[in-house]
């Protein structure tokens, strides 16, 4: 009895299955919207050819702190306390900056206990990802509303949001950060666009991915729940990827898009639903932003991009060999330095 034969198994371009980027079970809520975001990291991260020992997870506390665990088994993590993720990110980055990192944080964790690290990271540029997985509560410890949740919003009891909400993107631009985005978990095209071109920026990658809390904030009266998203999303443009190792050959008509090119010659093709919209523009990208709010509209897409800005580490003018590679001999100044050193404050 002839037998047929097992289809070939897909790799990537480094020699890798999809199956190498993944992680552990997930322990969420079924349904959640962090579950839908960690499929979304392990396909751009496959697709991208990226090594998964050459990443670092890192994040704080809340139901998408524990995110890291499903996605990239075979990475470094750390899993910090509650607001500090900005902090390891820096140290790590600053010892070892021939990593890739990439932070999951949520609102909570980042806009109430983490404003203050979130603030500095993002003036610094540092060479990082950084997602919150936002729903706007609480999720660990019942549902009450986070600093994201949007002024008139209702929680299941009935309680109403009386305090205006904190745009962490609007915030992001305005401090510094060079990659600022926002997309929706339900969103599998332009969320996966999105992580792919912040794979291929050096600098600090803003992206808010609203992700509806099932068991909290899923609900009607939510600003944040699947069905207020699929009503009230207004995405800026269409995107379209094209990584540096594939052919770039994008064709689009005059007029009615733009591209824009990343550090490693990747390039993002901007398909405009409003033809007068530039990415490039950090005064425009506030402005929309405040526009948005104004009109009650969720406001989806990349609203910013600086490929020109260096990063925190090629700043700080690092040489080439990671810091935590080199020995002692090179690290510990000798006594003759010290000395030298204390004698200019005398």
Do not use: W
């Amino acid at each position: 009895m002839a037998t047929t034969p097992n289809p070939p198994v897909k790799q990537n371009r480094i020699g890798l299955q999809v199956i190498d980027y993944r992680g552990s079970k997930s322990t969420l809520c079924a349904g959640c919207g962090h579950n839908a975001i960690s499929e979304r990291i392990v396909d751009a991260f496959y697709e991208m050819g990226v090594e998964p020992e050459h990443v670092v997870k890192l994040s704080g506390i809340g139901c998408s702190s524990k995110s890291p665990a499903y996605f990239l088994g075979r990475s470094h993590s750390f899993n910090g306390v509650h607001g500090r993720m900005p902090a390891l990110a820096t140290g790590a980055a600053v010892a070892n900056h021939k990593l890739q990192y990439i932070g999951l944080s949520g609102d909570g964790d980042t806009a109430s206990i983490g404003m203050g690290q979130f603030v500095h990271l993002m003036r610094r540029n540092l060479p990082m990802i950084y997602i919150i997985e936002d729903n706007g509560v609480y999720g660990l410890t019942k549902g009450q509303f986070s600093a994201t949740a949007d002024i008139g919003s209702r929680l299941k009891n009935g309680v109403v949001n009386e305090l205006p909400a904190i745009d962490t993107c609007a915030l992001a631009i305005e401090l510094g950060a060079t990659f600022v985005g926002r997309s929706f978990s339900g969103d599998k095209k332009q969320l996966s666009a999105l992580l792919k071109a912040a794979i291929a920026h050096n600098g600090t990658v803003l992206l808010d991915v609203i992700s509806p809390c099932v068991t909290f904030n899923d609900h009607e009266g939510s600003t944040k729940s699947y069905k207020f998203m699929k009503d009230h999303e207004e995405p800026l443009h269409d995107i379209n990827f094209v990584p540096a190792f594939s052919e770039i050959d994008v064709e689009y008509d005059e007029g009615t898009s733009t591209e824009v090119t990343l550090h490693d010659g990747s390039k993002m093709q901007l398909v405009k639903l409003e033809e007068d919209y530039d990415p490039t523009n950090r005064i425009a990208a506030i402005t929309r932003l405040a526009e948005a709010r104004e009109r009650n509209e969720v406001l989806t897409g990349l609203f910013y991009l600086n490929a020109a800005q260096p990063s925190f580490t090629d700043s700080m003018g690092l040489c080439d060999a990671p810091l935590s590679s080199l020995p002692e001999s090179v690290t510990r100044p000798g006594k003759q330095v010290l000395e030298a050193i204390m004698e200019e404050y005398r």
